[in-house]
């Protein structure tokens, strides 16, 4: 299903219900870690990095942590569970090789909002936006679909590489205080949109509205 864009938005109908769950994804806009003025709103930790109510975060997202977000030692911050739920950290050892942090993932998600956003492939820097665009406002999910004007360079991207559509979703859940990300999809084929695509959209939401966006 698609946003609409432009145009008003009923009292109690359902385009209302989605911009109400994109809203809940749009507060994020205060500061969580207050004694450096660079800090972004929230911090986004891999399961694979939380044992118990301990994080390790070690290599290149422990320099991406340190260096954006100016974690240092003692620092209070709020915390998402990438994934899971949200809530607190406070920072125990904080370098670029390792920051440590004591957890607590108490806070229920954000809920989802039922659109499913399908773009064509485009520049790496335009896809990047796209990511933390779904990201930031709560998507339930993002196709990325090759079309007939799509630069065959665009399908071999280092930004559609699963490392970095993470990162590029993490920078948008933490804009938000989000802890679930957009199931993102690729097709680099257009015979994969007709065959599996937009068949597998029909079965999941049948009747459902549809918005097509154009320049």
Aim: hydrophobic share 35%.
């Amino acid at each position: 299903r698609m946003a609409r864009a432009g145009g008003g938005i009923r009292e109690g109908s359902e385009e209302q219900d989605w911009a109400s769950a994109a809203d809940l994804h749009r507060v994020g806009s205060k500061r969580v870690c207050s004694h450096r003025k660079e800090i972004l709103n929230s911090v986004v930790l891999l399961r694979e990095e939380v044992e118990g109510n301990i994080a390790n975060v070690h290599g290149r997202r422990a320099v991406y942590l340190y260096e954006r977000h100016e974690l240092r030692p003692g620092v209070e911050c709020r915390a998402s569970l990438y994934g899971g739920n949200r809530g607190r950290a406070r920072v125990l050892r904080a370098s670029r090789d390792q920051i440590e942090m004591e957890v607590q993932f108490d806070i229920p998600p954000l809920p989802r909002v039922p659109v499913t956003l399908i773009a064509a492939l485009a520049r790496p820097q335009t896809t990047k936006k796209l990511l933390q665009l779904a990201s930031s406002t709560g998507l339930e999910s993002l196709q990325l679909i090759r079309t007939a004007r799509t630069e065959k360079s665009y399908l071999h991207s280092k930004a559609l590489e699963p490392l970095e559509i993470q990162d590029e979703i993490i920078k948008g859940m933490e804009q938000t205080f989000d802890s679930h990300p957009p199931v993102v999809n690729v097709f680099p084929e257009y015979w994969q949109v007709t065959r599996r695509l937009l068949p597998g959209i029909e079965s999941a939401f049948p009747g459902s509205r549809r918005y097509i966006l154009h320049g």
